[in-house]
């Protein structure tokens, strides 16, 4: 082993597990955000996405995703045993990243589009249809999109580009959670007489221990997605806490502003926002222009999670939907403006502008497209939600046999 290949491949190790570590932190938040009753079920949920994601993900994702592009669609080989084909991946890293390090990295990517799910269908949607769900998710929809814009698919040859994500795993994941909450309805109770009644979440501290443990895990998922330790890594390691850090703030003086009192759910989502938004220009934009991103996202979320339960009536428990797709398209297209290298505030022209205002609206379009055809035929044959009398009881009892504090009174 060379020390380049040796420090690369050490890194983006690293760098996946710190990525591993964000499946904690949406259990956390999602368990938190909903009551007692459903919190097994929820992280249950969040270990599922991992596991299902990181098997059919070796077996069908990555060659979609990574095997030798054709017209631009997809990969057509790498399937079931991906490092015994020759693929052009492999050639383009090596002698500078261990295959093994770069399939790990791109597995956890692949679970964490998944796990954005559950927590918009919290506490109302069946185990064994979410399996279901999961697998699609990480088999064909992201691995498809992931072939367009890191695979050497029609996307990226139009000049589009999202360095970690915010288009390819953010976006993508909320607009399959907005088609899956439609799908399954709200929760009961949620909307009377045609407005939102407040379902609080039985334990905020847990839902904000699980933002704080997000936060350090995306110091894997955006300076790992380099795929290499050099300056550019070391660069991303600060946009991404500008960014992060000005999209709390923003948060924070909206709700201080609007509603008198300052919301700390509302903030730690900003900053997530935050988080969520830089992805795509982490490591083209400045550091002035990571702080401008934060703080559009973060004044966004809040104004989103208002519009998507009061206005649209979608049941989002988590907040999922515009966490990660509000931010996400924000994410994808603020490059077109902020970019150094290329963006319209910096003498780039229209033509970035135009390419990552196009990849939003695709992936959007193939997204909802593949999730609606998925959630149609699955409430025709198996179904998609738990019984009334489930729901009520809770479906940690119901589903599982246990409660998550067996001494409490559930909520």
């Known amino acids: 082993m060379n020390t380049t290949y040796l420090m690369n491949s050490i890194w983006?190790?690293?760098?996946?597990?710190?990525?591993?570590?964000?499946?904690?932190?949406?259990?956390?938040?999602?368990?938190?955000?909903?009551?007692?009753?459903?919190?097994?079920?929820?992280?249950?949920?969040?270990?599922?996405d991992f596991m299902i994601g990181a098997i059919v993900y070796y077996f069908i994702g990555f060659g979609l995703m990574y095997g030798d592009d054709w017209h631009g669609l997809i990969g057509?080989?790498?399937?079931?045993?991906?490092?015994?084909?020759?693929?052009?991946?492999?050639?383009?890293?090596?002698?500078?990243?261990?295959?093994?390090a770069f399939l790990l990295f791109q597995t956890m990517f692949c679970a964490t589009t998944a796990t954005i799910i559950s927590g918009s269908v919290a506490e109302r949607f069946k185990l064994g249809t979410y399996i279901g769900v999961s697998a699609f998710m990480t088999g064909i929809v992201y691995p498809v999109i992931g072939h367009w814009i890191w695979g050497g698919g029609w996307l990226s040859q139009l000049g589009f580009t999202d360095f970690a994500g915010s288009g390819a795993v953010h976006l993508c994941g909320a607009t399959a959670a907005c088609v899956c909450?439609?799908?399954?309805?709200?929760?009961?109770?949620?909307?009377?007489?045609?407005?939102?009644?407040?379902?609080?979440?039985?334990?905020?501290?847990?839902?904000?221990?699980?933002?704080?443990?997000?936060?350090?895990?995306?110091?894997?998922?955006?300076p790992g997605s380099e795929l290499a330790f050099d300056e550019t890594t070391i660069y991303t390691t600060l946009t991404t806490t500008l960014a992060a850090s000005a999209g709390g703030l923003a948060a924070l003086a909206y709700t201080w502003i609007r509603y008198g009192k300052p919301d700390p759910t509302l903030s730690m989502n900003g900053a997530l926002a935050g988080l969520v938004a830089i992805c795509t220009g982490v490591a083209e934009v400045s550091y002035v222009g990571s702080i401008i991103e934060g703080l559009i996202a973060g004044l966004v979320l809040p104004i989103s999670v208002s519009f998507v339960d009061n206005k649209l009536h979608i049941d989002d428990p988590a907040g999922a939907i515009s966490l990660h797709g509000a931010s996400g398209f924000l994410g994808v297209l603020m490059p077109g403006?902020?970019?150094?290298?290329?963006?319209?505030?910096?003498?780039?022209?229209?033509?970035?502008?135009?390419?990552?205002?196009?990849?939003?609206?695709?992936?959007?379009?193939?997204?909802?497209?593949?999730?609606?055809?998925?959630?149609?035929?699955?409430?025709?044959?198996?179904?998609?939600?738990?019984?009334?009398?489930?729901?009520?009881?809770?479906?940690?009892?119901?589903?599982?046999g246990m409660e998550a504090y067996p001494s409490a009174t559930t909520m």
């Open 12 to 48: 983006v190790i690293c760098a996946s597990v710190f990525v591993f570590m964000m499946q904690m932190g949406f259990a956390c938040c999602e368990s938190g955000f909903a009551r007692s009753k459903n919190a097994c079920n929820i992280w249950l949920k969040n270990l599922l």
């Open 76 to 100: 057509i080989n790498g399937f079931f045993t991906p490092f015994s084909q020759n693929l052009q991946i492999w050639q383009t890293y090596d002698g500078s990243l261990s295959p093994q």
């Open 181 to 222: 909450a439609v799908s399954v309805g709200p929760r009961i109770g949620k909307y009377l007489n045609g407005k939102s009644v407040a379902i609080p979440g039985h334990n905020i501290p847990m839902a904000m221990l699980g933002g704080f443990i997000l936060w350090v895990g995306w110091y894997g998922f955006n």
């Open 337 to 400: 403006f902020l970019s150094t290298e290329n963006g319209l505030f910096y003498g780039g022209g229209l033509a970035r502008l135009g390419s990552q205002l196009l990849g939003d609206v695709c992936i959007v379009g193939f997204t909802a497209l593949c999730v609606f055809i998925l959630m149609t035929i699955l409430k025709k044959t198996v179904g998609i939600r738990v019984s009334r009398e489930i729901e009520m009881k809770g479906l940690d009892i119901t589903e599982h």
